[in-house]
């Protein structure tokens, strides 16, 4: 056999491999918010299983295919930095059985990012994938419909909550936070009436359906949602996107009054009391109290954190010296931080924290690298980070976690500047910013949704299209 033709073969297998890591992906993104959040013991074990089947998968075709360079990228390294401290957390936790599934899931979804990055590089394939995204968010919003109108199968208690196949209208709603950025870009970027049509009847029903969730994200949801329609007017005319993000800054400005000021406050409880369970103030002393236990239990924390899953245990010994009241939630059971940040501080230390809040830097690095569909997700992931000062969509909730980090991903793939080996089937992606530009490859054959490679028509700052 000769040199050439084991070269050969290799090259198949890789290929085999991607394709397999490509449908692996796929299957992960639509797990998570479809099998009940993936929060309970099989949804979970299925997502972290699909997690680390597509990692796997991704990792052999990059091996083959002669990718063996993750040096070249410092997103690549922080996150497989990230990998490496969650797994030194977990053997250094005083119980490795109660870390490792916690563990497990981090590292599938960190594996999951990792073949986002190197899948999801050549436009066409974006647009594709978009378009899976889509279909998993007009299905979600499909079954909130029925939840709402026949009371499909749910698992709250209150009848009138809405969280479609996720058991708790809060973590269903850290999902709309990223299903609404990517109907909006359906919405101006399909091509045909059908996509176009479904992105804007699955965007209203999920916009609807936020009246029903009682949740703290549902303005970060909102934010998420706008921030991609301004970018997706922008796109199409300067001056209309210049007037809209003015009216969305100004939108969060009075927010901001809203939540700092006693009256603005009032204000919230009126304009939302049919939707909330608490006063705005009631819950801002409630995060107040788990705040402060959060931050003198990540102080207390050894150096690799008390190991993942073991928040709960660990928390109580920080409990206030008394309750205030009967119900006082510091003596109640809290599952979580309430807060990513915080939350990593605990399971994985300070370093791992650290190595987060780069990663996240670096994602948003990217952003004038993006296309319509990075650049919307990203919409949706600024307003993840951002819930997560009250929330852990990132860390925590299993489904959600797994739109956030393959939408990381896929963001930071507009970073690839040097054509996949394993790719040469589809056109690299040009860079946004001047700048020296991989080269192109004759466009792939048109589908349903854009590939946009135009550098124009990603993030403000190209030329305006009226």
């Given amino acids: 056999m000769t ?3 084991l070269l050969n073969g290799e090259a198949k297998i890789a290929r085999a491999l991607e394709r397999a890591a490509l449908l692996a992906l796929c299957a992960f993104v639509a797990w998570g918010p479809l099998a009940q959040g993936s929060t309970f013991a099989g949804g979970r074990a299925g997502l972290t299983v699909l997690g680390l089947l597509t990692g796997g998968l991704y990792l052999a075709s ?15 390294l922080t996150l497989l930095a990230l990998l490496a401290w969650t797994a030194l957390s977990v053997w250094q936790a005083s119980s490795r059985a109660v870390a490792l599934p916690q563990g497990l899931l981090l590292g599938s979804v960190f594996l999951a990012a990792l073949a986002a990055r190197g899948l999801l590089v050549p436009a066409g394939r974006r647009g594709l994938f978009g378009g899976w995204l889509l279909l998993v968010a007009v299905t979600m919003a499909a079954y909130v419909a029925v939840q709402h109108v026949a009371g ?9 909550t809405l969280s479609g196949f996720y058991y708790h209208p809060s973590h269903y709603v850290g999902f709309v936070t990223l299903a609404l950025p990517v109907c909006v870009w359906a919405l101006f970027e399909a091509r045909g009436w059908l996509p176009r049509v479904a992105g804007l009847i ?20 909102l934010l998420a949602a706008a921030t991609a329609t301004v970018l997706a007017v922008w796109r199409r005319h300067r001056r209309l996107g210049q007037g809209a993000a003015a009216l969305l800054l100004l939108g969060v400005l009075a927010g901001g009054w809203l939540l700092a000021t006693a009256p603005g406050r009032q204000t919230l409880d009126s304009l939302m009391g049919g939707i909330q369970t608490k006063s705005v103030d009631a819950f801002l002393t ?14 207390a924390a050894p150096l690799t954190g008390v190991g993942p899953g073991h928040f709960v245990a660990f928390i109580t010994r920080f409990r206030p010296e008394r309750a205030e009241g009967g119900s006082d939630l510091a003596f109640n059971f809290v599952n979580y931080a309430h807060n990513d940040y915080y939350q990593l501080a605990i399971e994985l230390g300070w370093p791992g924290l650290g190595l987060y809040a780069l990663l996240l830097v670096l994602t948003l690095a990217a952003a004038p690298r993006q296309d ?11 307003a993840v980070w951002l819930s997560g000062i009250w929330d852990a969509h990132a860390t925590v909730v299993p489904g959600t976690m797994a739109w956030t980090w393959v939408a990381c991903g896929l963001v930071a793939a507009r970073s690839v500047r040097v054509e996949q080996p394993h790719a040469v089937t589809e056109p690299a992606l040009r860079p946004v910013l001047p700048g020296p530009a991989p080269d192109v490859l004759p466009p792939p054959r048109a589908h349903a949704f854009r590939a946009s490679a135009d550098p124009s028509r990603a993030l403000p700052g190209g030329p305006p299209h009226a």
């Avoid at 319509?372 to 600024?382: C, D, F």
């Fill in 202 to 221: 699955a965007g209203l029903i999920l916009l609807g359906s936020l009246l029903y969730t009682n949740s703290s994200s549902l303005p970060t949801a």
């Fill in 286 to 299: 409630e995060r107040g109290k788990l705040w402060a236990m959060d931050a003198r239990a990540a102080h």
């Fill in 152 to 160: 499909g199968f749910t698992l709250q208690v209150d009848p009138d």
């Fill in 3 to 5: 040199t050439a033709s």
């Fill in 62 to 76: 990059a091996v083959l295919s002669g990718e063996r360079r993750p040096w070249r990228s410092l997103w690549v």
């Fill in 372 to 382: 319509p569909l990075g650049a919307s997700l990203l919409a949706g992931l600024g």
